[in-house]
């Protein structure tokens, strides 16, 4: 069990918590979840509306980054939802996510979900779906991108040579995740070439699957354990395993935690945490070149800080001093890591509380501005999404995707 008995109610986690700043009731905000779970811990019988409100937390991890005594309140309503299946579901959300979530992560329906989101990019079958679609799928579906590679993200890269070997060259593994390699597969193609231009070698195992975030936060634990064990595997050869999702990031460093002390695939899978690093925690630390005197066609940009990069990897800088070597303006957003209701398929299962994360999101990307930097993928299609319903034109790209502009595109 997670202690969260330390706990003293100080209140400082509130202004840090999307949920509260929305509903201003003490049950939405950290302190809140953290008595309700106690009391139900102690024996309390729990009530529909109170396991509500402990399933709406995001686990963006903003509370644990500002509480002094570093209460885990995103890993204990984890835990809970591990725990009580029985409850999320008697309380309208989580089994019905966690079949969807189960479905996606086995090879054959990342497979459908690569199809259907291509297909869905089709003029005609873009208009059907704005017409058919449940709300919250509709809205996502808007922050879709307009054109997509020809090819399967994962098919790609058998054809094509990422880098060849020489010299003592550091070899690194590209995790491709599975929404980024679904809907953003460019995107790790640009990964690649990056790192092939700070002097790596790029490996893209084939094994390679699901992170397993999305698993366990809705509950499925064993899913998720799986899905850790074949990424070990998938990556004991590579010096260090390169992840541009910052929400696959953060669960990769805590492969440990999912295991029992007495698993035989805890140590591995510390190993494995040990050598996962954050693409632009590496590329800065390996110093991309400095172009800051070759201006920009569009030079103005603000930063989304997705919460499993800037709470739980605490990495804020490096995005800014790559954007700024690249020749980037950067205009901070007010708030810039406070949630955008993506929160993996948070979206899905609390499409109300999302929606109005999304619209204040949006609200607050700087008009002056021609797009908006983030890490990961659930972040790029809800910003975009909210700009679109908002009427606006800024684009949202991946960090990695204005930095190849920068240095591989047309204008160079």
């Known amino acids: 069990m997670i202690d969260t008995s330390v706990c003293v109610?100080?209140?400082?986690?509130?202004?840090?918590?999307?949920?509260?700043?929305?509903?201003?009731?003490e049950s939405s905000s950290p302190r809140g979840r953290v008595f309700l779970l106690e009391a139900i811990a102690k024996g309390a019988e729990p009530s529909l509306e109170s396991v509500?409100?402990?399933?709406?937390?995001?686990?963006?991890?903003?509370?644990?980054?500002?509480?002094?005594?570093?209460?885990?309140?995103?890993?204990?309503?984890d835990?809970?939802?591990?725990?009580?299946?029985?409850?999320?579901?008697?309380?309208?959300?989580?089994?019905?996510?966690?079949?969807?979530?189960?479905?996606?992560?086995?090879?054959l329906g990342l497979h459908g979900f690569h199809w259907a989101v291509r297909m869905s990019q089709g003029p005609r079958l873009r208009r059907l779906s704005q017409r058919w679609l449940p709300l919250p799928l509709k809205s996502l579906s808007r922050g879709l991108p307009k054109t997509m590679p020809r090819q399967l993200g994962r098919a790609r890269w058998r054809s094509?040579?990422?880098?060849?070997?020489?010299?003592?060259?550091?070899?690194?593994?590209?995790?491709?995740?599975?929404?980024?390699?679904?809907?953003?597969?460019?995107?790790?193609?640009?990964?690649?070439?990056?790192?092939s231009?700070?002097?790596?070698?790029?490996?893209?195992?084939?094994?390679?699957?699901?992170?397993?975030?999305?698993?366990?936060?809705?509950?499925?634990?064993?899913?998720?354990?799986?899905?850790?064990?074949?990424?070990?595997?998938?990556f004991e050869s590579v010096a260090e395993v390169v992840v541009n999702a910052a929400g696959c990031g953060a669960f990769f460093k805590e492969y440990a935690e999912i295991f029992?002390?007495?698993?035989?695939?805890?140590?591995?899978?510390?190993?494995?945490?040990?050598r996962v690093v954050d693409v632009h925690q590496f590329l800065d630390d390996h110093r991309l070149p400095n172009l800051d005197q070759r201006p920009l066609p569009e030079a103005r940009l603000t930063?989304?800080?997705?919460?499993?990069?800037?709470?739980?990897?605490?990495?804020?800088?490096?995005?800014?001093?790559?954007?700024?070597r690249a020749g980037y303006q950067v205009i901070e957003m007010p708030e810039a890591d406070r949630c955008c209701g993506s929160a993996g398929t948070y979206n899905l299962s609390h499409p109300a509380m999302a929606h109005r994360l999304k619209q204040k999101k949006a609200a607050d990307v700087p008009q002056e501005v021609s797009g908006v930097a983030t890490s990961n993928p659930g972040c790029m299609l809800q910003i975009q999404a909210g700009l679109q319903d908002a009427g606006r034109l800024q684009r949202v790209a991946h960090t990695v995707d204005w930095l190849w502009e920068a240095y591989h595109g047309n204008s160079r």
Not at 52 to 77: F, K, S, T, W, Y
Request: hydrophobic share 40%; proline share 6%.
């Open 260 to 274: 029992a002390e007495s698993s035989p695939w805890q140590a591995p899978a510390k190993a494995l945490a040990a």
């Open 197 to 234: 231009d700070v002097g790596c070698i790029v490996e893209v195992p084939m094994s390679q699957r699901c992170c397993g975030a999305l698993s366990f936060h809705s509950g499925d634990i064993e899913q998720a354990r799986r899905l850790a064990v074949a990424n070990i595997k998938a």
């Open 9 to 25: 109610h100080c209140g400082l986690c509130l202004p840090a918590c999307p949920t509260y700043q929305e509903t201003g009731m």
């Open 79 to 107: 835990q809970f939802r591990r725990d009580h299946p029985q409850w999320i579901r008697q309380s309208g959300s989580g089994m019905r996510e966690q079949r969807v979530v189960r479905w996606l992560t086995t090879p």
């Open 52 to 77: 509500r409100q402990i399933d709406e937390c995001l686990d963006c991890r903003a509370c644990e980054e500002v509480c002094p005594a570093h209460v885990p309140v995103g890993h204990r309503v």
């Open 303 to 324: 930063i989304h800080d997705a919460c499993h990069l800037a709470h739980a990897q605490g990495i804020r800088q490096p995005l800014r001093d790559l954007l700024l």
């Open 160 to 195: 094509k040579a990422v880098s060849e070997p020489g010299g003592n060259r550091l070899v690194v593994g590209l995790f491709l995740g599975c929404v980024m390699d679904a809907v953003f597969a460019t995107t790790n193609h640009h990964t690649a070439d990056l790192l």
